[in-house]
């Protein structure tokens, strides 16, 4: 069987309601399908993608060397087996990788909106991609599955829309984002701002195609720290020097240094710095109780199969939180609640790479 | 009593030699002393600074606001009681406040020597110091007491000179930087090594003084990061927002964030960036077994009493890494080490901060 892989755009002309109070209009989503709607649109599975991922969660293109990011999960015979369910993942409204963002043409003039792009919120996403289904003709869906900022997506779906999933699955996210991880944040923030290549929003993404931005890069340096763990550092690096240093150089490198050093400014030559700052600010103001008096007066309405999936050594969206939510959940007397701590070395990035630890419980939930 | 707070500097014209095979000549260290010296010079207590301290641990200066940075714990009838004790603080070559550092003259021409300043380690330190203490005419002390990179260099001194001190005392420190610690110093390498104003090390000290420096603030606020600790920013900050900023504003702040910026930019006014530089590039190649087949031979020699400090929530140096070396000093048979771990929540700063919780612990000690 093949992955039937798909990728759309479509456009939408209805002003989209932002939580902020300002409004996005027109805007495009750009989405991806595998495997085949079933006659009575019962096989529906929705991936949310996290920070810096995009629609394309599986498969291969043919002038692409990787396949998408969650493509060990999903595909034929796979945990989220396209044999069986029609996947659809969206790219998230703010990023860059074909949805409305910070670089899109504002209307009428056609100049990339830049800072005059409205802030998003986890919410909206979840609003839009709403919208998206609705235009396919996809009323309610059998799954929704989303790890990161995706798993933000996953929870903030059961909030809203108590009856549209059947089965929700989020995992190493939380139910608001706590300081230490908008600390993080913080450092990539400053450093794209004071990067004089950003040039207050107004660089050359060309430019930065070819030669990376250093302050997107050293924000990213800092999101890689708070993807590993301490366990995963001493593992993959440990004290291991680069072979071609001199331990007496002042810029002589440990492999870790490398490590961030290569990823971080790799990250800037396919990746947005205006979208990275709304994504960002869209983590930061991330919490499932806005607009209610609390946590729990936020998942009264939560109706759907709920499963939280944490990480032991998750330093970004530490275990307590997923925890406390649980904890919550079950004072509010939602039924069907299920929370498994993965006991993984791997840390946040353990819901990318670590399949084999917890493929068979998600697909367990799925069957 | 009073303090008798004395600030010197000595000379030293004979070469320094570094672990590198390089030499510095001439040098000098400067220094704090505190209480008076007695006859048989039996009470004399070392204190070592951490990356960012100086030789003015204890007391107020006239023109000053804020007392040496561990004045709550030196000082008459304080835990290192300076009725009784004759205290030494120097502050480290490699470091920016009067001891030689990159930024010191070069013998002929007087230009700061910038990068053409040796790499400094965490044993060359050491052995300024001693040899400082030979000029003063001090041979062996009471107790060596430091934290962070001061408990590096308190390490040191147990296994560099086994005779030297009676006790020493390590407190939040570890026997060989680990890697996330590293990957925290690259943040502050790259940001610093990115900011135009840095001009590849020949900036305007001045201007920065008067202006800060985005890249060391940034790097600042990534060493702030691994400081704290997930409890004590809940505590801190919690989600709190800046009660002037709006939530949909992009660049409206967080408390932590709010933190971070003052902090990091409030550095850059009153450090050297050349020395952070220098001192993190001491830190991450710091490792107690160097030229030793291991951390068991490395303190094979080791007499002194050791007493081992950590504090469970120190994501910098963590407590398994404390503990490792005091199994490892058993394993060697060594006579008189001790290890506690201090319940704090503060993370690693809670070594300059919560004196109440190990202050009679240290006390007992010194007895």
Chains 1, 2 share one sequence.
């Not at 495997?35 to 043919?62: F, M, P, Q, R, W």
């Not at 919208?131 to 990161?148: C, M, N, P, Q």
């Not at 030559?269 to 990275?276: A, E, G, R, V």
């Not at 925890?323 to 959940?329: G, I």
Request: hydrophobic letters at 35%.
């Amino acid at each position: 069987m093949s992955l039937n892989l798909k990728t759309q755009t479509e456009y939408f002309t209805n002003p989209l309601y932002l939580e902020s109070g300002r409004i996005l209009e027109p805007y495009n989503i750009t989405y991806e399908t595998y495997g085949e709607l079933n006659d009575d649109k019962s096989n529906v599975i929705v991936i949310c993608h996290a920070l810096t991922g995009s629609h394309h969660c599986a498969g291969t293109y043919e002038d692409e060397n990787k396949a998408g990011w969650w493509d060990s999960f999903i595909g034929p015979n796979k945990t989220v087996d396209t044999n069986k369910y029609f996947v659809i993942c969206s790219n998230v409204i703010g990023s860059c990788f074909g949805s409305t963002g910070p670089m899109s043409p504002q209307i009428p003039h056609h100049n990339p909106y830049r800072y005059k792009f409205p802030v998003i919120t986890i919410k909206d996403m979840v609003k839009a991609q709403r919208i998206l289904f609705d235009r396919l003709g996809i009323h309610s869906v059998y799954a929704i599955i989303g790890g990161s900022m995706g798993g933000m997506q996953a929870l903030q779906f059961a909030a809203l829309y108590p009856k549209f999933a059947l089965k929700i699955i989020a995992l190493a996210t939380t139910h608001a984002t706590q300081p230490w991880a908008i600390a993080f944040n913080k450092i990539a923030q400053e450093a794209i701002l004071k990067d004089p290549d950003f040039k207050q929003g107004y660089y050359d993404s060309e430019v930065i195609k070819e030669q990376g931005l250093s302050g997107m890069a050293i924000g990213r340096m800092a999101g890689h720290i708070s993807f590993l763990s301490s366990e995963s550092m001493s593992q993959k690096f440990g004290r291991e020097y680069k072979r071609t240093d001199g331990l007496y150089e002042l810029f002589g490198k440990f492999q870790v240094e490398s490590y961030l050093e290569y990823n971080g400014y790799n990250f800037t030559k396919w990746f947005d710095p205006l979208s990275y700052l709304y994504l960002i600010k869209a983590i930061n103001i991330y919490d499932l109780s806005r607009g209610f008096d609390s946590l729990h007066d936020a998942l009264k309405k939560v109706n759907t199969e709920l499963h939280l999936i944490s990480f032991r050594s998750d330093q970004l969206f530490k275990s307590c939180e997923m925890k406390e939510l649980n904890d919550t959940l079950t004072k509010v007397g939602h039924k069907n609640h299920f929370y498994k701590e993965v006991q993984s070395d791997y840390g946040h990035d353990a819901f990318l790479v670590e399949f084999d630890i917890f493929e068979n419980y998600v697909r367990d939930i799925l069957k």
